[in-house]
């Protein structure tokens, strides 16, 4: 019983020898710092977690977002005068026809702070070095805005002006879309709008088409509440060179609409590629599906190799893209040809093509519009002289095209125009 007393007493005496021992005192030290240090540490990360948590407010918009080049505008604009900027060049169509070109100025990949009414704004730009966009062969990048909290609708109030600037400069002028794989491009740079006075219809039928199309984009309550699909076709056929496609370039500038260009006989276009771009076609568009009759050139029901465009569409899946389940709301189509009796009934059936259109040769009247739009300083007298002498060409079936090639070779002399107007069918 009397060891237990003894090897406490050597535990005791153990201890007050490292207590006195120099070396142990020095180690105790340094761990003991050590230990305050390493709580600092994750106290101040911690600390720091909190404070970004409750007092700042961030978002990250990526590459892939549509918001975010319209940030990269913004930024350029509120950015210019720092020393680290990337440039990105811009070509656009002037109101003289001529391709401009300008330079736009951004935040470089790091960290910048801007001002945006009176609040501090810090933007970290980064770009990925080894993951890139298999479409268009550039790097992936995001932006992370971080700002102090307290304003809920700040970044909301960011956006929606850099939109605002963003469609501003592209104010009159119509943009064109085509398919990358599965995702929408712009293609070239927005046009300026054409307008609908350039293009001549027989008797009204320009405007018919146009109150069709705007009664179907303001009535889209009546056809939820009827159980109809929103989705309207159009069917424009007629001889070549007849305005079909000027027309719908036109409308599109008039209803402030872009285009959507989708040319079905392109290699490995398939029905899933094609339903998916039809369900994902940007807002405010029109689809435009050129010369349909020559995606499908033979239909035999007894050869299903028949039914199959060169790059592997189905009618069938055309079919159920245009009026299938899963098709499109809100889609606004178009489609043109030039031999209306070589379609498939099943395509040109009402809920596909609701509303289709000849487009033919020009009467006089439609002449005298096309000279009175080409030549506007001309007098009563010239255009009578010029109706007149068309009248004369009427049986030689004159297209839009054929008449404007004409008025290009007499640009600035109207009178020769009128003399030399048996040249147009020449």
């Known amino acids: 019983m009397a060891a237990a007393p003894q090897s406490s007493l050597a535990l005791v005496d153990s201890m007050k020898s490292l207590g006195d021992n120099p070396y142990f005192g020095a180690g105790a030290g340094l761990f003991g710092l050590g230990l305050l240090a390493t709580v600092a540490r994750k106290g101040g990360g911690y600390a720091q977690m909190l404070a970004r948590r409750n007092c700042l407010m ?130 070239g740079t927005p046009r300026l709008k054409r307008p609908l006075s350039s293009v001549a219809f027989r008797g009204g039928l320009k405007e018919e088409i146009v109150d069709d199309v705007q009664s179907f984009l303001s009535s889209p309550e009546w056809y939820q509440s009827r159980g109809i699909p929103y989705r309207r076709g159009y069917l424009l056929h007629g001889p070549p060179g007849c305005g079909k496609s000027s027309f ?96 498939d009934p099943a395509l040109v059936r009402p809920g596909r093509v609701d509303k289709s259109v000849h487009i033919g040769y020009l009467d006089s009247s439609q002449a005298e519009a096309l000279f009175a739009n080409f030549y506007p300083e001309t007098d009563s007298k010239t255009r009578r002289e010029f109706t007149e002498k068309f009248k004369q060409l009427a049986e030689s079936a004159v297209s839009p095209a054929m008449l404007q090639s004409h008025f290009m070779n007499y640009k600035d002399q109207p009178q020769m125009a009128v003399e030399k107007i048996e040249n147009c069918v020449s």
């Not at 951004?106 to 945006?116: N, Q, R």
């Open 58 to 187: 961030t978002l990250e918009v990526n590459s892939k977002d549509h918001c975010y080049h319209w940030l990269l505008k913004w930024l350029g604009e509120k950015a210019h005068n720092r020393n680290h900027t990337s440039v990105n060049t811009i070509f656009q169509q002037g109101d003289s026809g001529r391709i401009s070109t300008s330079f736009l100025f951004g935040p470089s990949p790091g960290t910048h702070l801007v001002w945006f009414k009176g609040w501090p704004l810090w933007i970290e730009r980064t770009r990925e070095t080894q993951a890139r966009d298999f479409q268009t062969g550039m790097p992936f990048e995001s932006m992370t805005l971080t700002t102090i909290a307290g304003r809920p609708r700040l970044y909301q109030n960011i956006l929606n002006e850099a939109r605002e600037r963003a469609l501003k400069t592209h104010e009159g002028r119509t943009k064109i879309y085509v398919p990358r794989a599965v995702e929408w491009h712009e293609f």
């Open 248 to 343: 719908i370039f036109s409308l599109a500038g008039a209803i402030d609409y872009s285009i959507c260009i989708l040319n079905l006989g392109q290699q490995m276009f398939t029905d899933d590629r094609l339903q998916h771009l039809l369900v994902h076609t940007p807002h405010d568009s029109i689809v435009l599906l050129e010369d349909i009759d020559c995606v499908f050139q033979k239909r035999d029901p007894e050869d299903p190799k028949a039914n199959y465009s060169p790059g592997h569409l189905s009618l069938s899946g055309l079919l159920n893209a245009l009026d299938g389940v899963g098709s499109g709301i809100g889609r606004l189509v178009f489609m043109t040809t030039n031999y209306p009796q070589l379609l």
